[in-house]
């Protein structure tokens, strides 16, 4: 079973519409995840953290986490065609300094 | 501007030659990462350092060396041992805390002549 596990895609989504990118990890004491968009050819950007059980909001993004279920997810609202990327989900264990990534879900939003 | 500068952007390595990439960041961060994607996968983690002077063995450290002689500086030697270099490879830092994430220069692109 793999650490850390997403839909590899694509996922396709009309312009204006939620997009919802998923993951879900092995570890249970995993504390920080963190969801990167990845441009083609370019390295990844952080665009959300969270360490709670929840929802975390930040602009047209919502990161949600559920520990009992070891998911993570990420909400997209209004998506834009500038959205268009890999999204990589990664974990992190709070005794390690180390950060285990999914593959990555590729998102394509049409206009 | 604070940030992570990697070079040289493409670089191109000969049967048998060592080649080095260079990390440097002046985000003042003690840890350090260096990891390798190729096309259609996550990243897979070669070597980090939490100290200078100190570094650990990735998930894939066969065939790579590094060193952290600064702070700032964090290089990566992929050495002839490494039988396929051909990949995107990426320097990280970050800061002390329990709850960081890890920041991303822009890359090197590394293939065989």
């Known amino acids: 079973q793999k650490e850390v596990e997403q839909n590899s895609g694509p996922l396709s989504v009309p312009e204006g519409a939620i997009a919802s990118l998923n993951c879900t990890y092995s570890?249970?004491?995993?504390?920080?995840f963190f969801w990167y968009r990845q441009y083609s050819g370019k390295s990844p950007e952080l665009i959300m953290s969270i360490y709670s059980n929840g929802d975390k909001e930040d602009g047209r993004f919502t990161a949600q986490l559920n520990k009992a279920s070891q998911y993570v997810s990420l909400l997209i609202r209004d998506s834009q065609p500038s959205d268009s990327a890999t999204y990589l989900c990664a974990v992190t264990s709070y005794n390690t300094d180390k950060l285990i990534f999914g593959t990555g879900t590729r998102l394509q939003v049409f206009p | 501007d604070g940030g992570i500068t990697q070079s040289p952007k493409y670089l191109f390595r000969k049967e048998g030659q060592n080649v080095t990439l260079s990390c440097e960041q002046n985000l003042n961060h003690d840890a350090m990462y260096w990891y390798r994607q190729d096309p259609g996968q996550g990243l897979r983690l070669i070597y980090y350092?939490?100290?200078?002077?100190?570094?650990q063995k990735g998930d894939i450290a066969e065939g790579y060396s590094v060193s952290r002689e600064k702070k700032e500086s964090f290089p990566l030697t992929v050495t002839s041992a490494q039988k396929n270099p051909t990949a995107f490879y990426l320097c990280a830092s970050r800061d002390d805390g329990g709850h960081q994430p890890q920041h991303f220069g822009d890359g090197t692109r590394l293939s065989i002549l």
């Open positions: 350092s939490q100290i200078v002077n100190d570094f």
């Open positions: 570890d249970r004491v995993s504390q920080s």
